[in-house]
């Protein structure tokens, strides 16, 4: 139903890209439109009904313990898929056919240069049911990395700003800022390669099952954890930015943002080294395999350090203000 929905979105979306060839012609296009109609509603009548039979009622949070057994029907899908279809779908299907709408009234009107643009909204709603498609057949693992996009985002954001400060040119930057910022890029650039190794050579490849053993709170779990590291980060990069607005840099406030980072990625390293590396046990390291487990095992070594060298650095910092 759902992609014959976009392959009817995408036709009438075609049919009124030209509004100057409209105004010359409509007859086609209303034709076309009127015959579309009728099966259009079909679509979407199926598909709600569809909808309120797998979902019927309200979810609960994704916290459940013990629905690892429950393949696709796990509260974590499903309330993703809802949220999908009725906030994300749905809103994009208002807009759209309130666009069409506007779009054919204003062809009534003289041309006054303010024309709906209607692929905009079709373009949203078929990424939208895309968006429905893959909560409903994705494997977990995939879902997750998708969700992990914001976060890592902020990550790679907090990176590049962690470099401007450190950067030799940079003059307005005082010494023992620089000195800080140096001490987190390690820290940035392992939580980068954590995810991107982790998508990449794992839960992105084709052959990931649609399920894990994890529960609906792990899945939860492992896929808020790239925002929350990411919101960490950029905490730590906002002080040192921008020490004025916080009188002084407080390093107690930075240590804590470390150990934030580090209990988040235990997290992550657990649910990873139980569910993720049984699935993919080789890892491509400088075109080595590795096992994924020993892969694990090196890099919160070397995180364990660089968090260790950060809240040093903090404590240097306390020292030197003193």
């Known amino acids: 139903l759902l992609p014959l929905l976009q392959q009817q979105v995408s036709i009438i979306s075609q049919a009124l ?10 007859g086609p296009t209303i034709r076309l439109i009127l015959k579309l109609q009728p099966d259009l509603e079909q679509t979407l009548d199926q598909t709600i009904r569809a909808i309120n039979d797998i979902i019927p009622g309200t979810l609960p949070k994704p916290d459940q313990m ?25 809103t994009q299907i208002i807009r759209f056919f309130s666009d069409c709408k506007r779009f054919i009234e204003r062809l009534q009107l003289p041309r006054d240069g303010q ?19 893959t909560w409903a057949t994705g494997s977990e693992l995939n879902l997750i990395c998708g969700r992990w996009q914001d976060g890592v985002r902020e990550v790679d954001g907090a990176s590049r700003d962690l470099l401007s400060l450190v950067d030799p040119e940079n003059e307005d930057v005082r010494e023992e800022i620089v000195l800080l910022a140096k001490s987190f890029i390690p820290i ?27 529960s609906s ?5 492992l896929e808020t954890s790239a925002d929350k590291i990411g919101d960490g980060l950029f905490n730590i990069v906002y002080r040192l930015e921008e020490p004025e607005d916080h009188e002084l840099v407080s390093p107690a406030y930075l240590i804590e943002q470390v150990t934030d980072l580090v209990a988040q990625f235990q997290t992550c390293l657990f649910l990873a080294d139980l569910y ?17 487990k020993t892969w694990f095992v090196v890099w919160n070594t070397l995180f364990s350090q660089a968090s260790h060298n950060a809240i040093q650095a903090c404590h240097t910092h306390t020292q030197t203000a003193q």
């Not at 890209?17 to 409509?26: A, I, S, Y």
């Not at 696709?72 to 749905?90: H, P, Q, S, T, V």
């Not at 939580?191 to 894990?212: D, H, I, P, V």
């Not at 709170?217 to 779990?221: A, I, K, S, T």
């Open 217 to 221: 709170y792990q899945l939860d779990l």
């Open 276 to 292: 993720i590396a049984p699935l993919f046990p080789q890892i491509n390291v400088s075109s080595s395999p590795t096992d994924f």
């Open 115 to 133: 024309q709906t643009d209607v692929e905009v909204s079709s373009f949203a709603l078929v990424v939208s049911i895309h968006v429905v498609i």
């Open 188 to 214: 940035t650039k392992l939580t980068q390669l954590f995810f991107a190794k982790l998508s990449r050579e794992g839960m992105l490849k084709n052959r990931a099952l649609l399920g894990t053993q994890m």
């Open 66 to 90: 013990n629905d690892q057994n429950f393949g696709e029907f796990k509260c974590y899908r499903l309330r993703g898929l809802n949220d999908a279809i009725r906030r994300g779908m749905k």
């Open 17 to 26: 890209r030209d509004p100057d060839k409209l105004r010359r012609d409509p």
